[in-house]
């Protein structure tokens, strides 16, 4: 009885290990094309978990395609995953880095929306469900991607000595990790956090820099959830844009419907966007709107601090 592969400490689900065991018996040659998979009672048997465990193991091994039921017999192994997957290093140990690594490489260049363990699976020769082992889930790899990311934005150390020096520096961070990585803003959510080490290595820098001042420890959170919501609200048109090019639509100059702005100022309603329209040739640059936003929201923190600094 296999109970290493049911244990209940392991962050990874069972069913999930389970079915990969089994994927790799079908694509090492051991299970066949039309070969019986075994039955819900004998995973039960073999790897000691209870038959809802086991239900689920065969479950997800029919959504990856990888088996069938056939009235009268049971769920054997279906003939397109019958034939092992095609040649890969096999000097290349499978590891979870390995996967990661892999799937940044297919987010950077077509988006989070082209990600799947399939796809991952693919790219790397091997058995789908042989991923799950490694990761647990395509949730929890995108979250290490995300957490991989943010390892990329080296802090320095020693750190700046004072508080605005210390956050101007893990903002201009974040966001040449956004520039290289895109798709991290939508990977990330600010109601529901969840624990990586890069990540609270940056919370961690960003709330020690108001350490000191005084400050009731929720307005530190929210300082720090601030400063990390500009900057990823911001970079969501770094996502976007990314989004156009990939699609092959050609990227649009700031002033390219300045004909139809100027219909609409031409009517007299908007007479302070008319005069700013006249008295200035605008040219935008994203970097320089990061930049101006970032100071603003800085001096707001420190009119915050100054009466405690």
Do not use: C
């Amino acid at each position: 009885m296999r109970t290493s592969t049911a244990d209940a400490a392991d962050p990874i689900p069972p069913y999930l290990r389970i079915a990969g065991e089994i994927q790799e018996r079908i694509s090492s040659g051991e299970l066949r094309a039309g070969d019986r998979v075994p039955s819900a009672r004998q995973i039960t048997k073999e790897w000691g978990v209870a038959i809802a465990t086991a239900t689920k193991v065969l479950a997800a091994l029919r959504q990856e395609g990888v088996v069938r039921v056939v009235p009268g017999v049971g769920t054997v192994v279906d003939t397109p995953q019958a034939a092992p997957p095609r040649e890969h290093n096999r000097d290349t140990e499978l590891t979870a880095a390995l996967v990661v690594r892999t799937g940044m490489a297919i987010a950077d260049a077509e988006g989070l929306a082209a990600l799947s363990m399939r796809r991952v699976a693919t790219e790397l020769s091997v058995p789908t469900m042989s991923l799950y082992r490694h990761v647990g889930s395509k949730d929890r790899l995108v979250l290490l991607m995300a957490d991989a990311a943010f390892g990329e934005a080296e802090l320095p150390d020693p750190p700046p000595a004072g508080w605005r020096e210390r956050l101007e520096v893990l903002a201009h961070l974040q966001w040449a990790m956004y520039h290289r990585h895109p798709w991290v803003v939508a990977a990330l959510s600010i109601s529901r956090p969840e624990p990586a080490a890069k990540l609270l290595a940056h919370t961690e820098w960003a709330v020690h820099a108001f350490d000191d001042l005084g400050i009731d420890p929720d307005a530190v959170i929210y300082a720090h959830v601030s400063l990390f919501s500009y900057v990823r609200g911001i970079a969501v048109n770094l996502e976007l844009e990314a989004g156009v090019r990939r699609a092959g639509t050609p990227a649009e100059p700031w002033d390219v419907h300045e004909p139809e702005f100027e219909q609409f100022l031409a009517n007299g309603q908007y007479p302070t966007l008319t005069s700013l329209n006249e008295r200035n040739d605008f040219q935008f640059d994203i970097d320089k709107l990061f930049d101006f936003g970032l100071h603003r929201l800085l001096d707001g923190f420190a009119a915050f601090v100054a009466p405690r600094d």
